[in-house]
């Protein structure tokens, strides 16, 4: 996502679980804002804090980086309208598939959708010790531009 999407140098992580994306984008120089329902054990992170409840995004955060629970990832990005200029979404490409959904693409705020050529290693809960394995799910970076109408691209990893 860094390499091709010109993310602003402060976000928020507001699902940072245990700070994947978080430890990233601190090594790119970011400042991130990182928060999460729960307490993950991600480094410099604020726990118990809601998104979906959440009414202004952290002051001078101009972008939302995250990886959400796929079971929210709708709510959360209909959130993320309310709340800041842009928002990056790593997700199941899958999402692009509901008719409920169709709106979050038709609105022309969807900017650009970075699909993975390649399989991600499956992502497992916290504490998992098991196996790492491909995924069979196939997963892209959904970027959106809330301030801007514009005609999204799709275009994959190189």
Same mark, same amino acid.
């Given at each position: 996502?860094? !390499?091709?999407?010109?993310?602003? +140098?402060?976000?928020? /992580?507001?699902?940072? =679980?245990?700070? @994947? &994306? *978080? ?22 992170? !604020?726990?118990?804090?809601?998104? +979906?409840?959440?009414? /202004?995004?952290?002051? =001078?955060?101009? @972008? &939302? *980086? ?32 509901? /008719? ?59």
């Amino acid at each position: 996502l860094l !390499a091709v999407e010109p993310v602003p +140098l402060t976000v928020w /992580e507001p699902a940072c =679980g245990p700070g @994947a &994306i *978080v430890g990233v984008l601190r090594a790119s120089g970011r400042a991130v804002c990182a928060t999460d329902l729960v307490d993950y054990g991600c480094h410099d992170s !604020a726990a118990r804090r809601d998104f +979906l409840m959440e009414r /202004e995004a952290p002051a =001078g955060v101009p @972008a &939302i *980086v995250t990886n959400p629970p796929f079971k929210l990832a709708q709510q959360f990005v209909e959130h993320a309208r309310s709340l800041v200029p842009q928002t990056y979404m790593l997700m199941r490409l899958a999402f692009l598939e509901a /008719e409920r959904r169709r709106s979050l693409f038709d609105g022309g705020d969807l900017a650009r959708i970075y699909v993975f050529s390649r399989r991600l290693p499956m992502m497992h809960r916290a504490g998992w010790e098991g196996r790492k394995a491909n995924s069979g799910m196939a997963f892209a970076w959904f970027c959106w531009d809330f301030a801007r109408n514009v005609r999204a691209e799709i275009r994959w990893d190189q």
